[in-house]
């Protein structure tokens, strides 16, 4: 089973989101940072829709934590970000186990995060924006990488 890692995202609606669509394929969530946890917001709850209650769920303060976790049980670990030594993701292998870190809407996944990481992945856009909501790219990269 896969990891989302969640790394300070602001929207508890994203959260929530991202939950139930790791449910639905199968995923565990680890939660890092201000991440908003379901144990004390609604809104979470409110939009995974009881997936909370289902998925493997972890909540960790910082997201080195969760990284170290997932190496010891054997992930790669793969930040979602654009960089200049990012892979597109049509380019990644699948089949092997995988934590997927996803950081804040605005900024981003965190520098010490990058560094942190196996590598770093990208989803190629064919229009003129150069990014998607966190739960949409969060449900894309899942997706590809689910086995």
């Not at 508890?12 to 917001?41: C, E, F, H, K, M």
Request: glycine share 8%; with cysteine; proline share 4%.
């Amino acid at each position: 089973m896969n990891v989302v890692i969640l790394e300070n995202i602001r929207s508890a609606y994203n959260v929530g989101n991202i939950i139930r669509t790791a449910d639905s394929l199968g995923w565990q969530v680890r939660l890092t940072g201000y991440s908003p946890s379901p144990v004390y917001n609604k809104k979470v709850v409110k939009t995974s829709l009881g997936a909370e209650e289902s998925v493997g769920l972890r909540q960790f303060g910082f997201t080195q934590e969760a990284i170290d976790e997932a190496k010891q049980l054997g992930f790669a670990v793969m930040a979602a970000e654009i960089t200049e030594t990012a892979i597109s993701l049509d380019k990644c292998p699948v089949g092997v186990p995988v934590a997927l870190v996803f950081g804040n809407e605005v900024d981003g996944v965190l520098p010490d995060t990058l560094a942190a990481v196996d590598n770093v992945a990208y989803i190629p856009m064919l229009g003129i924006k150069e990014s998607l909501n966190v739960g949409q790219s969060a449900a894309i990269m899942m997706r590809h990488f689910r086995h």
